[in-house]
């Protein structure tokens, strides 16, 4: 949640809106596996923010299309009717999106619509290959997770070829575990 003190008394705040995300786990696993030493593990793991995946709900206080909206709180009412309008707002847009997020194939149909929310397959191709192939590597070895991979070891820029080769290493050695 975005919290900020309203400009003209610290007793007031301003909140502009909260994210709400998912993660899959093959994506979390990715980032803090087992092979990590533990302090490393732990400082990744620390460092996960929604934005790590990149599909979430964006929920805004509830004002018509087009306008800037903040909840304000300035005393116990308008504290409830902040409170009222987060819950009237994730029923309308958080948990619909979420919902659909949290199954492994509702992710991989979004991923495979090229939208992640604030990113788009056209701008982050790499991105979009390897997230798939993420989700892919769980069913095991097949021709269409070696072509995601491919795709991605093709396109990545040359400052991240070795982090792109070793994450093609551990997801075809992940996949290979569920033969």
């Not at 009717?81 to 958080?94: F, H, K, P």
Request: with cysteine.
């Amino acid at each position: 949640m975005k919290l900020s003190n309203h400009p003209f008394s610290p007793a007031n705040i301003r909140c502009g809106g909260l994210l709400a995300a998912t993660s899959p786990h093959s994506r979390l696993a990715g980032r803090v596996h087992p092979r990590l030493a533990p302090d490393e593990r732990s400082k990744r793991a620390s460092r996960i923010s929604p934005h790590i995946w990149g599909v979430h709900a964006p929920i805004e206080p509830g004002t018509p299309d087009g306008t800037d909206g903040w909840w304000e709180v300035t005393d116990p009412q308008s504290a409830g009717d902040a409170v009222n309008d987060i819950v009237e707002q994730l029923a309308r847009a958080g948990w619909p999106v979420l919902e659909g997020l949290l199954e492994r194939n509702g992710i991989l149909a979004q991923i495979r619509r090229g939208d992640l929310g604030d990113m788009n397959r056209s701008g982050f191709g790499v991105f979009f290959a390897r997230a798939e192939a993420l989700l892919l590597m769980g069913r095991g070895p097949s021709l269409e997770l070696a072509e995601l991979l491919d795709y991605a070891i093709r396109h990545v820029m040359p400052t991240q070829k070795a982090d792109a080769e070793r994450f093609d290493s551990w997801v075809r050695a992940q996949a290979d575990l569920t033969r």
